[in-house]
């Protein structure tokens, strides 16, 4: 084994040698293993990536976006958890972001991604992500890639199955992952699970214009847990698919109880019927309690509002609304190919892939082709609405995504593949392996009608010597391959963060002409934005000494600030005057326990800090800004309680003034 | 083994050949091809973005007072540095204060064999940071980049420099100030 190995090294180190000696050449093809394939991913100096790659950030609660395909980490958007690189979560202005029915929660798991779509395919306006613990949706704002809102999913307990999205964008979904007791009886003995725990999928309505989210019905179910969806596309379109696992009802060692049954099911839901059903008035209003929270580009702020109700549709009242499809064993990934006839289910505990045919299902449905019933819903007969089998896949099958020329490919968590096979031959064409052991994987435009195909990437869970060692934890490793081929062939490995589950990749064009530059300083409404550096002033109110400053290169102001005692609470309120690109100023103070910011040019943040001892405390820029950023400093002197040190402040040769709290328009706002 | 190796030298020799080939092919159909691996010059004055605020050189490059100062900029090579962070202090020319100096002054600057003394004159009328017209004050120094001085007064609210050029207007740009001036500023001899 060795030699034949050594011998095709020597070979590739020959062919990398005449590679290097011709630099400007570029072999045309993949024919050279050594060139060819490491070649694609790369991305000249100053050259862009063809693709945004916006990938789950995992138990980090953040959604990273990378370059594709060089595999470039270009941005991690906060999303559920406190970022302190940009301030999310620490400034006054967006602390609302993370509040929810529990209060402020300032980490969260973000497990899967959903591009707005048009027709089925991405329009670049938005990204959702879920929060999988305190079940959440956020939406992204493509234009500024901030979280623009976050609603909160009441009747849920981990929002796993969620958010996938209609073909429209009509609804983003959120499936629970876990039943729970739903009403007033929730106190309940654990063991009582069959009698007493109930599951629901919800669907938040996405507004076409502004695409702000309201959960416009919720689907009671039985108790089951749901895990992924997908929404039909064209003929198809109409309908929503869920997988659910522990059909079984187990609530105690799931690992076991939860893999009895030979078959688990796919929930299909008719979701234009279940509309129709909550504009009829099927639907039961729910007094529950969940945050809705939303950022406001103008105020550069955030809100954050407590809503009280939500329309609970219950299959009982709403026949031919939904049906269980048996899917062998524990389902996890459900997912719909492009034309929408087949729906593929991943039993990560099943020996085969089955693949369902949504004409059939319609046939079924019509006929009445049952097995059953599972709590009142039909059960459609399998080998009615089944297309087919991928007989041996591989092992422990978890996620399928589709390329443009009919096939599918499926990370198979356990061998440690990803296998492409053709959707309607359901023959297996090749797999490659994977290092180690895949979770999700994502084609460019692979979810949606039209996939642009070209690459795979995998997002594996296990890293171990795949990267230099550092220390018990790695960061999980992604995978790409070139999939222009018959065979995959591997590309490149790059490091993510947390740990990535489902990822979507989006050609850059459709994002990048509308990127945002700089928020234009004559638009900021923040009720604490100084409109330049002559509005700057330093206001008391009570024990609240409010401070609008300004920042421009290379100062601040005020820079010298006197007057603030032990017992006030300061709250910086910091404008960025520049109007000019990718020029941001931070601010610290030193003793702020619990932050800093990062404002962006013609934005207003603010920082609250309690001081707690006497003294002068210097503040300062932190983001490097400009040749003088060294000098974008200023002091602010901190006396004992009950002291008569005038207010004053100033920058340069300012002449010190003194402000007198503005009755007419102070603060109120907040 | 050898015969592996008489593979490889096939391959390296086919490779070297067709690279050879497309290479030629690549230098005579245009420079579209090159386009990837070219290295991009000069710096972020090719930014594309209409939307920030224009930063000193673009304010300079817009005034139709300053195409001598600009042609002069550029032929520094200073355009590159202008358009940086900063934050600069311009004292800017006009046409007109350039036309005052000895006649073929700025056509001997201009030639490539005195682009030193070009640099350093224009270099004695920018300093790093951004002093609005406010900040000036009587008697005040002011470090240029070249390393010289230049001397502030102030007198009934005119702000003149060196006791020779006027500021007439002040204009704010994203990397600082542009104050129009209506005389050039000569460094002195450095010795």
């Not at chain 1, 000696?21 to 991913?41: E, I, N, V």
């Not at chain 1, 003793?591 to 962006?600: D, I, Q, R, S, T």
Request: net charge neutral; charged share 20%.
């Amino acid at each position: 084994m060795k030699h034949p190995l050594k011998t095709s090294l020597f070979m590739l180190s020959f062919a990398f040698a005449g590679l290097l000696l011709m630099q400007s050449c570029k072999p045309k093809g993949t024919s050279s293993a050594a060139g060819g394939d490491a070649s694609k991913a790369y991305v000249a100096p100053g050259k862009y990536d063809e693709f945004y790659n916006f990938v789950s950030g995992g138990f980090s609660g953040q959604m990273p976006v990378y370059g594709i395909p060089s595999g470039r980490l270009l941005r991690v958007i906060p999303v559920f958890s406190v970022d302190p690189e940009k301030g999310w979560g620490y400034s006054e202005e967006t602390k609302p972001m993370l509040n929810t029915s529990n209060g402020f929660v300032p980490w969260d798991d973000l497990h899967h991604i959903a591009l707005s779509v048009t027709n089925s395919e991405h329009d670049g306006r938005w990204v959702f992500g879920n929060a999988n613990n305190t079940p959440r949706i956020a939406r992204i704002d493509l234009k500024t890639f901030r979280t623009a809102e976050i609603i909160e999913i009441p009747n849920s307990a981990g929002n796993h199955s969620s958010p996938f999205i209609t073909e429209n964008s009509e609804y983003v979904v959120a499936g629970t992952r876990f039943s729970i007791p739903l009403g007033d009886k929730v106190d309940v003995p654990i063991d009582t699970y069959k009698d007493n725990f109930k599951g629901t999928v919800s669907f938040i309505g996405v507004d076409k214009t502004t695409g702000e989210m309201n959960i416009a019905f919720q689907i009671l179910t039985p108790g089951v847990n749901f895990d992924l969806a997908r929404a039909g596309k064209g003929k198809s379109a109409g309908w929503f698919f869920f997988s659910c696992y522990n059909s079984e009802k187990a609530n105690t060692l799931l690992e076991v109880n939860a893999s009895q049954k030979d078959k688990d099911f796919i929930m299909a839901v008719n979701w234009k019927k279940a509309e129709e059903y909550a504009k009829a008035g099927k639907g039961v209003k729910k007094q529950v309690k969940y945050a809705h929270n939303k950022y406001d580009e103008s105020t550069h702020s955030a809100t954050s509002t407590i809503e009280n109700e939500v329309l609970v549709l219950d299959p009982k009242d709403c026949p031919d609304m939904i049906y269980f499809m048996p899917c062998p064993k524990s389902p996890h990934g459900c997912d719909t190919d492009p034309t929408g006839e087949y729906i593929v289910g991943s039993g990560k505990l099943a020996a085969t892939i089955p693949v369902f045919s949504f004409t059939k299902i319609q046939n079924a449905i019509a006929s009445k082709t049952f097995d059953g019933e599972y709590d009142g819903i039909p059960v459609l007969k399998y080998d009615a609405v089944l297309h087919g089998e991928v007989a041996k896949p591989g092992l422990g099958p978890l996620h399928t995504e589709f390329d443009a020329n009919g096939n599918a490919y499926t990370s198979m968590f356990v061998s440690s593949e990803i296998v492409k096979w053709n959707v309607k031959s359901l023959k297996v064409l090749d797999r490659v392996p994977t290092y180690y052991s895949v979770g999700h994987l994502s084609v460019p435009g692979g979810p949606t009608k039209k996939p642009h195909g070209k690459y795979v990437i995998a997002y594996n869970k296990i890293t171990k010597d795949r990267f230099l060692p550092t220390g018990p934890e790695l960061s999980q490793s992604a995978q790409m391959y070139d999939i222009s081929g018959d065979k995959m062939k591997l590309v490149l490995d790059f490091p993510t963060i947390g740990e990535p589950h489902y990822a979507e990749a989006i050609p850059a064009e459709l994002v990048m002409k509308n990127s945002v530059k700089i928020f234009k300083i004559e638009e900021n409404k923040n009720p604490y934005v100084a409109m330049g550096e002559g509005k700057t002033k330093v206001e008391r109110k009570g024990n609240e000494v409010h401070v609008y400053m300004t920042a421009i290169r290379s100062h601040l102001t005020p820079d010298n600030i006197e007057g603030v005692k032990l017992g006030d609470v300061v709250y910086f309120h910091v404008t960025n005057l520049e109007q000019d690109w990718d020029v941001p100023h931070g601010f610290a103070v030193k003793g702020a326990n619990n932050g800093e910011l990062l404002v962006m040019p013609g934005e207003t943040q603010t920082l609250m800090w309690k001081p707690d001892r006497v003294g002068i405390f210097p503040f300062y820029c932190t983001d490097f800004c400009s040749a003088l950023h060294q000098e974008m400093q200023g002091y602010i002197r901190i006396s004992p309680a009950g002291s008569n040190v005038p207010l004053l402040f100033h920058t340069g040769k300012t002449k010190p003034s003194v402000s007198t709290p503005d009755t007419k328009d102070s603060g109120k706002t907040k | 083994m050898k015969k592996n190796f008489g593979l490889a030298v096939i391959v390296f020799a086919i490779f070297t050949l067709s690279c050879t080939n497309e290479n030629k092919e690549n230098n005579s159909s245009a420079s579209n091809s090159n386009n990837e691996t070219a290295v991009t010059t000069g710096g972020q004055e090719n930014v594309k973005d209409d939307v920030s605020q224009k930063d000193v050189v673009k304010v300079a490059a817009g005034s139709k007072d300053h195409t001598t100062l600009v042609a002069a900029i550029k032929q520094a090579e200073l355009i590159s540095s202008l358009s940086n962070a900063g934050p600069f202090t311009v004292f800017a020319p006009t046409n007109a204060a350039f036309d005052k100096l000895p006649a073929g002054t700025v056509d001997k600057l201009m030639k490539n064999e005195n682009k030193a003394d070009l640099q350093d004159i224009l270099q004695y009328h920018v300093t790093t940071s951004s002093l609005k017209a406010e900040y000036f004050t009587d008697g005040m120094n002011v470090g240029m980049v070249n390393g010289g001085n230049v001397t502030v007064s102030v007198k009934d609210g005119k702000i003149m420099l060196n006791g020779t050029a006027t500021i007439v207007a002040s204009i704010p740009a994203s990397n600082g100030t542009v104050h129009v001036i209506d005389g050039v500023l000569l460094p002195p001899a450095t010795k």
